[in-house]
């Protein structure tokens, strides 16, 4: 998704909920040559510590990107985390400076982006009919942001599904939710520039909240879009949920934001199900990302 400065103030003021990555410059002689950033959670995996490290493609292999990770190491221990994760594009140079400073490949992950211009409205209401009598116990709901407090709970425990999600060889504990963070999350989303809309789908006998999706506008852009978690909860899987949920987002979205062109989405390349989904609503791929890890000696 495109880039902004207001996307990246809220990236390193409000982080994804509420717990913010901290930012680092190298200068040479006045001129920055590379960044980096360090991220931590108080929530759940309170040994680990998320690394990013990025050069000016004028200033590498002078050893930058290797000055900036050990300011990063240093931080790290200061704060008790024993265990690294870092994130690169798929490239020969990201993967040979990952392995180079011990971290291992433990989880791909593939940026999909869909075009809205390209869309049958015809295919996808034929996609979103026949999925319709695999649901006939649940309907959709459009969610008000932000969550009124009474809601709050509810959303917990739907939003904890995502714990499902496949993390490969991560050494990654489940995360942990609960109402403060929901409310960090969503003011989060506005902080970074976005317009938010989250569509959830209710089973109707019980009441119970049993899936969601969630996606951002950018404010700044309108053109662009950014899907955040589609998670349906265990005990109402097999409905065809998040096809719907999905499809009846983009009916949303054309009413709201009918200047939208691009949504752009990430998934672990094993999560067979949710890509399955997704080329039914013609994502294309964009290019694939490694996640590395390595302990902390």
Known sequence: MRETVLRAQGRFRHGWDGEPESPY??????????WGSIATSDY?????????????PDHRRRGHGTAVLDVLYAEARRRGRTSLVAEAWESAAGDGFA??????????????????????????????????????????ERWPTPTPDDRLDDLVVMSSSINDAPTDDLDYEDEVFSPERMRA??????????RPYRLVARHLPSGELAGQTCVGV???????????????????????????????????LAEAEPALE????????????MITVNEVLGYRVMGREWAYQRSLG
């Open 25 to 34: 410059l190298l200068r040479v002689g006045g001129t920055v040559v590379a």
């Open 44 to 56: 759940d995996n309170l040994d680990l510590a998320f690394l990013t490290v990025g050069v000016h």
């Open 99 to 140: 392995v180079r400073h011990g971290f291992e490949r433990r989880l791909a992950a593939v940026n999909r982006r869909q075009l809205l211009g390209e869309l049958d409205p015809a295919a996808l209401d034929k996609a979103y009919d026949a999925a319709l009598p695999h649901a006939a116990d649940y309907a959709l």
């Open 185 to 194: 999350y969503e003011e989060a989303w506005v902080a970074r520039g976005l």
């Open 218 to 252: 950018l404010e700044s852009d309108p053109t662009w879009g950014q899907q955040d978690d589609t998670t349906v909860t265990r005990p109402h899987r097999g409905h065809r949920l998040g096809l719907l949920l999905k499809i009846g987002m983009l009916r949303w």
């Open 262 to 273: 691009r949504i752009d989405t990430w998934n672990a390349e094993s999560n067979d199900h």
